[in-house]
């Protein structure tokens, strides 16, 4: 189960932190992710931590701008947001797969098999 929060309106250029709350025990193997959708279009990978102390992969759109980060002894992943844009409004997904992805698939929303509730994320012009 994931449990995701820390949405909200923000202005152009602002920053928020995503989090998502996993259960299980062995959080430090999942790997995790962030995709983000808007309405009438497909879900978009945002980015992932390969679980294992594997490496965190970004979207070419938002690297550089957000970084994604998990403390697993809280079961937790964060996506930290800054410099925010009018087109990352979308509703955040938190995901997450128990068992090894192969890295090429890291970006397919299909290679994951646990979905949070999404949190919205609107920001102003």
């Known amino acids: 189960q994931l449990q995701a929060s820390g949405g909200g309106l923000v202005q152009a250029g602002g920053s928020l932190r995503l989090s998502c709350v996993a259960s299980?025990?062995?959080?430090?193997?999942?790997?995790m992710a962030w995709f983000r959708q808007v309405p009438g279009q497909e879900r978009e990978f945002v980015a992932a931590s390969r679980g294992n102390g594997g490496s965190t992969i970004y979207a070419d759109s938002v690297q550089g701008r957000f970084t994604l980060s998990r403390e697993n002894t809280k079961k937790t992943v964060y996506l930290q947001m800054e410099g925010l844009m009018p087109e990352d409004t979308a509703v955040y997904y938190c995901t997450c797969k128990t068992t090894r992805i192969i890295l090429s698939n890291t970006r397919n929303s299909q290679a994951y098999d646990y979905w949070g509730q999404g949190t919205q994320v609107t920001v102003s012009s």
């Open positions: 299980g025990r062995t959080f430090s193997n999942y790997y």
